[in-house]
């Protein structure tokens, strides 16, 4: 199993519509879960964190699954301004290790 | 002004020059980190450092050298640049392992 995998998309959907992307990591003790956004030739900026009862920011919603070793990211009511590519981040290691950044699925939100 | 920046923002230049990228940042952070963004691959870690006495490599640390000149400045060199560093670089800062990242706007290197 790769470390961090995502499926890369792209995710084509029209505005208003619901999607979800999923994450799977390979190390199961893995500490901390990350979602970024990056737009195109922009830096990655935090989205939020995944928290393990699950968290939810306005219109995101993410989910950490520890038995199956993914974490979930669902958009509701999708903006033409959430296209973007969203990138799933695993503090895959214990002790002072840097993050692992998966190479991210792209989203596009169609009129 | 922001966190993190990055000079310069765009840079072309001759292979087998020496290029230096400069990062700055104000958020008091210890840890920072040098990364690499290309098509497709998704963003490559080239070295990072969790205080001024720390240097560690990264996945591609080949062709590149770092120095932590201080808790807040964090240069990138390519000492003699070849065509295939060609990309964009991303500087980050953070204050632990359980905590995100805090990346600056970027350099677009182009290797000529």
């Known amino acids: 199993r790769k470390e961090v995998e995502q499926d890369p998309g792209p995710f084509n959907v029209p505005e208003g519509a619901t999607v979800a992307f999923n994450c799977t990591y390979s190390?199961?003790?893995?500490?901390?879960f990350f979602w970024y956004r990056q737009d195109c030739r922009k830096e990655p900026k935090l989205l939020m964190s995944?928290?393990?009862s699950g968290n939810e920011d306005g219109r995101f919603t993410a989910q950490l699954n520890r038995a199956s070793q993914y974490i979930s990211l669902l958009i509701r009511d999708s903006k033409l301004s959430d296209s973007a590519t969203y990138l799933c981040?695993?503090?895959?290691?214990?002790?002072?290790?840097?993050?692992?950044f998966g190479k991210g699925t792209r989203l596009s939100v169609i009129a | 002004d922001a966190d993190v920046t990055q000079t310069p923002r765009n840079r072309i230049t001759k292979t087998g020059k020496r290029i230096m990228l400069e990062c700055s940042q104000t958020?008091?952070?210890?840890?920072m980190y040098w990364y690499r963004q290309d098509p497709g691959l998704g963003l490559r870690l080239i070295y990072y450092?969790?205080?001024?006495?720390?240097?560690n490599k990264g996945e591609i640390s080949d062709g590149y050298s770092v120095s932590r000149q201080a808790q807040a400045k964090f240069s990138l060199s390519l000492e003699s640049a070849i065509p295939n560093q060609t990309a964009l670089y991303f500087c980050?800062?953070?204050?632990?392992?359980?905590?995100?990242?805090?990346f600056g706007s970027g350099t677009r290197l182009t290797v000529v």
């Open positions: 190390n199961s003790a893995s500490q901390s």
């Open positions: 981040v695993v503090n895959l290691r214990t002790g002072n290790t840097p993050l692992v």
């Open positions: 980050a800062t953070s204050t632990g392992a359980n905590y995100g990242y805090t």
């Open positions: 958020k008091g952070h210890d840890r």
């Open positions: 995944v928290y393990s």
């Open positions: 450092s969790f205080d001024v006495k720390d240097i």
